[in-house]
């Protein structure tokens, strides 16, 4: 199993452009999500979804969407960069849900920098 | 939503050494996880421990879900025990997990 992957590693924007960081996991998980994580603090929920076709809001949901078509995939769409974006994106995936006592899995992360 | 306060921020250990993380939780939790971010930024999942006492080689942890926090144990740390650890916890039955804002911890030889 390749477990949660991410694409790209690393990614320059300049304002107002959009992008989709991929996500994928090759285990079945129903449960993922995305995180961003900025210099001196944790990780902070960005959009999570509970299986295909569902998903809902985290912490910090403004200027991202999200879309579940298949139980692998789990995009995360910038559709106007801003610089407040530039951040660390993880996602994640578990078997059962974030409330479950499944271990959750972490992608490597994407590195994005808005210019 | 719930507050996740970490102590210490910041720790210097000598290889050998123990030392003691702490997360404290402002409401009560029904899911607690605690986390190893290496210096290259892998997140790793440590514990999965909503109460009681967990053991997993040199690292150990304890929840007090009655008084909101949990306890992450280090002993005879080694440089590859380097990193930030985070706790994180969902409160009620929203699948969201909360983070903490982590402990810095560095191992010396």
């Known amino acids: 199993n390749a477990g949660v992957t991410q694409t790209p590693k690393f990614q320059v924007l300049k304002t107002g452009q959009s992008m989709t960081l991929q996500c994928a996991q090759d285990m079945n998980h129903e449960y993922m999500s995305w995180y961003r994580q900025d210099p001196g603090m944790g990780l902070r929920l960005i959009h999570y979804?509970?299986?295909?076709?569902?998903?809902d809001q985290g912490e910090v949901p403004n200027g991202y969407n999200v879309s579940r078509s298949t139980t692998e995939d789990f995009p995360l769409r910038l559709l106007s960069a801003a610089p407040s974006q530039t951040s660390v994106y993880f996602c994640a995936s578990t078997i059962g849900g974030a409330g479950g006592t499944d271990t959750q899995y972490f992608g490597p992360g994407t590195r994005l920098t808005v210019l | 939503g719930i507050q996740v306060e970490q102590s210490p921020p910041d720790l210097i250990l000598q290889e050998g050494a123990n030392s003691t993380l702490r997360c404290n939780f402002s409401d009560s939790v029904n899911n607690l996880q605690w986390f190893h971010q290496n210096p290259w930024g892998q997140l790793i999942n440590l514990f999965y421990?909503?109460?009681g006492t967990k053991q997993n080689g040199r690292l150990s942890a304890t929840t007090v879900a009655t008084e909101r926090y949990s306890l992450l144990y280090i002993s005879s740390s080694q440089t590859t025990d380097s990193g930030v650890y985070f706790c994180a916890g969902i409160t009620g039955t929203a699948s969201k997990l909360t983070f903490g804002t982590g402990t810095r911890l560095q191992v010396t030889l």
């Open positions: 421990i909503p109460s």
């Open positions: 979804s509970v299986g295909a076709g569902i998903t």
